[in-house]
């Protein structure tokens, strides 16, 4: 039995929940209702749901048990306190402030760190992450390698930083108006790339010969750490507490989304190693969160988050993650879907400009594939192109990203081979009527975050009549 590539499921169901089953005229009007925004349909509406990854985990029967020793005092809840303890033993950092979820710490972190004017360095943006930089007045800059633009380039660690981009971006503004690197481990938009060890090292020795803080964005960091024990050499033999523990010594803070790899169903939290970022922490967490000791959470979210720390660090649990990513990966290389490869650690995204290469960027092919899949199959994917990319703050144009792709997000614990196999089926076969896939136009456009609320209208009706 050593040599199964796709070990089966390392848990089993205790409990069930029973999926949408509309047929495929009703999923013509509910996407058609949702404005062809897969964000906008409801999830009962949804047969197999790839819409994300964040917060729509399978919790534990252990952490359910946890749920229950939720201790619900307003101040100094026990529950805060094991998660302390767990923060610090498995991410090393002295001091952790929760959060409702990941933008909440990255309100509170941009908030106290960003002065106007100031520029933040990053591995690619993220949504939110770069939102709340922009709103407290800093210019984000990419310093990923060039690769990771690429769907195409295969590199084991996709995901790391170009020295030489984050060296030139330190000399034209000076080290003095870059209060912290941003460091996402892995990198979500560009395909769920990591970073390594080496590069997070020396990313450590460029930012702090400059006084500049490297925050990290941990939201899936055991997922890189998992990437580093299987492509770095010299970790082969490490646990994945262990290698996490050595990433994080490098830096000085980080913010995590417990939607993601805590596998709850809500919360987050803030670390840093400094005590005054601490201290205004935990002024500002009061004023938008609640008490420093529960940060917009229930006790029993903070034990099922302190909990869901130790399972997701867990060889079988992580390397069959994974493994899910790839199994599905595989099955559509096999059949000439275009995607970012290699796979990474979290979702498959598919390169949408290619699959519908009869559009052009402004007819919003990523978003046009996403609402083609839905109807086509009741399987929900989320648009990760020029819809979510939004427009440039200073000259209101749209940002053009390379990369213009649907993400088939797997959540945790949740689905088995035997899903993956449908969803594969499902993109294969839209696959080979992908000609009859109309392009999108706006119908309304929200001024912020615009991928979770914009509708949209089909350009060209016949077409869609086609599949
Ligand atoms: C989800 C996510 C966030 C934000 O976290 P929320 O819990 O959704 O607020 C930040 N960064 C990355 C990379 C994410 O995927």
Redesign the pocket.
């Known amino acids: 039995m050593e040599n199964k590539r796709f070990m089966p499921e390392p848990f089993k169901i205790k409990m069930v929940e029973h999926m949408g089953t509309l047929d495929k005229e009703e999923r013509k009007v509910a996407i058609k209702e949702a404005g062809f925004n897969t964000f906008l349909l409801r999830s009962e509406d949804c047969y197999i749901d790839l819409l ?4 729509t985990n399978a919790m534990s029967d252990r952490q359910w048990a946890g749920m229950l020793l939720g201790d619900e005092a307003y101040a100094g809840s026990r529950n805060f306190y094991h998660l302390q303890s767990v923060v610090r033993e498995y991410f090393g950092f002295k001091y952790i402030v929760p ?8 309100n509170i972190l941009s908030s106290l760190m960003i002065k106007p004017g100031d520029y933040i360095p990053g591995n690619m943006y ?4 770069r939102f709340h930089q922009e709103r407290n007045g800093a210019t984000f800059r990419d310093v990923i390698i060039d690769e990771a633009h690429d769907p195409r380039a295969e590199l084991p660690f996709k995901g790391n930083v170009d020295l030489k981009k984050f060296q030139a971006l330190i000399d034209e503004v000076g080290g003095d108006n870059i209060p912290y690197i941003c460091l ?1 481990v ?4 560009a395909g769920g790339q990591p970073v390594s060890m080496n590069n997070i090292k020396e990313v450590s020795e460029l930012a702090h010969k400059y006084n500049i803080k490297v925050m990290y ?1 941990a ?2 960091c055991v997922e890189n750490a998992y990437f580093i024990k299987e492509r770095e050499e010299g970790y082969q033999n490490k646990t994945i507490k262990e290698i996490l523990f050595e990433m994080f010594s490098y830096g000085d803070g980080c ?6 790899d805590c596998i709850t169903n ?3 939290f803030l670390c840093m190693n400094d005590h005054d970022l601490y201290v205004q922490a935990t002024g500002m967490v009061v004023q938008f969160e609640g008490m420093p000791s529960y940060g917009g959470l229930a006790g029993r979210d903070m034990e099922a988050m302190a909990i869901g720390i130790t399972e997701a660090v867990k060889f079988e649990y992580i390397s069959h993650r994974v493994n899910q990513i790839r199994y599905l990966g595989e099955k559509l290389e096999a059949a000439g879907v275009p995607m970012i490869k290699p796979f990474g650690g ?1 979702a498959i995204f598919v390169d949408a400009r290619e699959f519908l290469s009869h559009l052009s960027q402004e007819e919003f092919p990523a978003q046009a594939l996403a609402a083609a899949l839905y109807e086509f199959s009741g399987v929900r994917t989320m648009e990760r192109g020029i819809i979510s990319s939004g427009r440039d703050i200073k000259t209101g144009e749209n940002h053009h990203p390379k990369l213009e792709t649907i993400r088939l997000t797997i959540p945790r614990r949740v689905y088995t081979y035997a899903h993956l196999d449908f969803v594969a089926d499902a993109v294969i076969d839209l696959y080979r009527r992908r000609d009859k896939i109309s392009g999108l136009k706006w119908n309304y456009e929200p001024k912020v975050l615009r991928f979770f609320t914009g509708t949209f209208k089909i350009i060209n009706e016949e077409l869609v009549e086609g599949y």
Do not use: C
């Open positions: 994300t990854d964040s917060g959060t409702h979820q990941g933008r909440g710490a990255e993220f949504t939110t992450t996402a892995t990198v979500n938009l964005d939201t899936r913010t995590m989304s417990g939607k993601k809500i919360g987050g979290h």
